[in-house]
T-cell receptor, first 114, second 111 residues
């Protein structure tokens, strides 16, 4: 079946630095990618939706300058958490969807900002 | 290696009847489970969750059952409505860390 690879699975960074998370579709062309954030034992919160080659659409309350999303190709989208702070520590998950496929999830990235 | 499996790719149910979506997992260390639904051209949305300390969680028309010994969970929708037609994903994790998702079951509720 289709596979979405998310990297890294865990990252620890210092406060004030930036962290990039990659989401790759391995065997299909992902025309749309979704980025989610999950706090412990809570539901996934959609952060933004990106279509290949265009700017991401952010959900209300999500800072676009802090969470930079790039979807430059049909197999790769990146989420960059800029100037990270401890409150950004969370679990981030991507989901990729192709033109004729359902959405497939990455395994998530545990970000810890110290 | 698929650690979470949804063996039924599709399901059709008459409006008003019960929809039962099934999910099996292989890792006995999983302790948190979720169901998501996805409409065409939209991202997945959270539906309901259950932790391993419970065997049932109910939210309106949606109930999730967890059978730890069988490593099986199911989502019951009663009564089913045409608006419930969507793809449903189950997911499992250990202590809220790395998540493993099933491949989804497409539910069609027939009016």
């Amino acid at each position: 079946g289709a596979v979405v690879s998310q990297h890294p699975s865990r990252v620890i960074c210092k406060s004030g630095t930036s962290v990039k998370i990659e989401c790759r579709s391995l065997d299909f062309q992902a025309t749309t990618m979704f980025w989610y954030r999950q706090f412990p034992k809570q539901s996934l919160m959609l952060m933004a939706t990106s279509n290949e080659g265009s700017k991401a659409t952010y959900e209300q309350g999500v800072e676009k300058d802090k969470f930079l999303i790039n979807h430059a190709s049909l197999t790769l989208s990146t989420l960059t958490v800029t100037s990270a702070h401890p409150e950004d520590s969370s679990f981030y998950i991507c989901s990729a969807s192709g033109a004729n496929t359902e959405a497939f999830f990455g395994q998530g990235t545990r970000l810890t900002v110290v | 290696d698929q650690q979470v499996k949804q063996n039924s790719p599709s399901l059709s149910v008459q409006e008003g009847r019960i929809s039962i979506l099934n999910c099996d997992y292989t890792n006995s260390m999983f302790d948190y489970f979720l169901w998501y639904k996805k409409y065409p051209a939209e991202g997945p949305t959270f539906l309901i969750s259950i932790s391993s300390i419970k065997d049932k969680n109910e939210d309106g028309r949606f109930t999730v059952f967890l059978n730890k010994s069988a490593k099986h969970l199911s989502l019951h929708i009663v009564p089913s409505q045409p608006g419930d037609s969507a793809v449903y994903f189950c997911a499992a994790s250990r202590s809220g860390n790395q998540f493993y998702f099933g491949t989804g079951t497409s539910l069609t509720v027939i009016p």
